[in-house]
């Protein structure tokens, strides 16, 4: 009642975006119903219309602008939760991606370590974003996955492993993958200079700007192993196959992934 008062309900359009989120954001206070409109809200970040993720957005990062630590916190949590529930399912994930990378290039989980509540969040929701790409083909949930990977970067104990996972992406069999997470990575490292020891930060932004990331395969994987060295992560190794257990034919998928990019890129 105090949040939908008759008068707001009168007088509320819920049909449109503008005027239904700032009202039903601050609903994330009632434990009751936070799961369901945080699952709901994700959805909407996640949008395909770019009104209903525009009012979404910066409603959502309007609330957690001005909740205290302990229901950042709290919903630090309940973002983890709903990510690990809908695990493997992309209608929800991709959302949930599309959300982790808005929060984090906004600051919005900065102080989500300020209580003991919180420390594991960072390297909880890491484990999450590694299991949902763990093994998948789709570039595009791969490529929506690079920035939030780089967002995380800004979490100090977990920062080695972000940089291996970006690392796996950068020798990927998909050159817009391996394209797009060098872009990627080349802006956050611009941003947070002390990602990088100070003696290699000049290499390591020179190889990430101007190597060709579409050229072939395996130069690119030498040229990313050399990065690997100068960010002091250990260089990916190739799965090797069991013996007598004969090589996985080349799918239409794999086939066509540079012609696709090539595509992609044309604009068609």
């Not at 945080?38 to 609330?63: A, K, N, P, Q, Y």
């Not at 630590?69 to 919903?75: I, M, Q």
């Amino acid at each position: 009642e105090r949040m939908f008062s008759e008068q707001v309900l009168d007088s509320l359009n819920w049909s449109s975006a503008e005027s239904a989120f700032p009202h039903l954001v601050p609903v994330l206070s009632l434990q009751s119903y936070r799961h369901s409109i945080l699952l709901g809200i994700i959805i909407s970040v996640g949008g395909l219309t770019e009104s209903l993720v525009r009012h979404s957005s910066s409603s959502l990062l309007d609330h957690l602008r001005s909740v205290n630590v302990k229901d950042l916190v709290t919903f630090a949590n309940d973002f983890a939760f709903v990510f690990k529930a809908h695990q493997k399912v992309d209608r929800v994930t991709m959302s949930v991606l599309k959300t982790a990378d808005l929060l984090l290039s906004n600051g919005s989980l900065d102080r989500v370590k300020d209580l003991p509540e919180g420390v594991a969040f960072p390297a909880q929701f890491l484990d999450l974003c590694k299991a949902e790409v763990a093994r998948s083909g789709d570039a595009r949930k791969l490529i929506t996955s690079v920035p939030v990977f780089c967002g995380l970067l800004q979490f100090s104990e977990i920062r080695h492993t972000c940089f291996q996972q970006l690392t796996i992406f950068l020798g990927h069999k998909y050159p817009r993958v391996r394209r797009i997470t060098a872009d990627q990575l080349y802006m956050t490292i611009e941003i947070y200079e002390d990602l990088v020891d100070a003696s290699n930060y000049d290499e390591v932004v020179l190889i990430l700007s101007e190597t060709s990331w579409d050229a072939d395969l395996a130069q690119i994987r030498l040229v990313r192993n050399n990065l690997c060295q100068l960010l002091g992560v250990p260089a990916p190794k190739a799965v090797q196959r069991p013996a007598g257990k004969p090589a996985k034919a080349a799918t239409k998928e794999d086939s066509l992934a540079s012609y696709r990019d090539l595509v992609d890129r044309a604009g068609y």
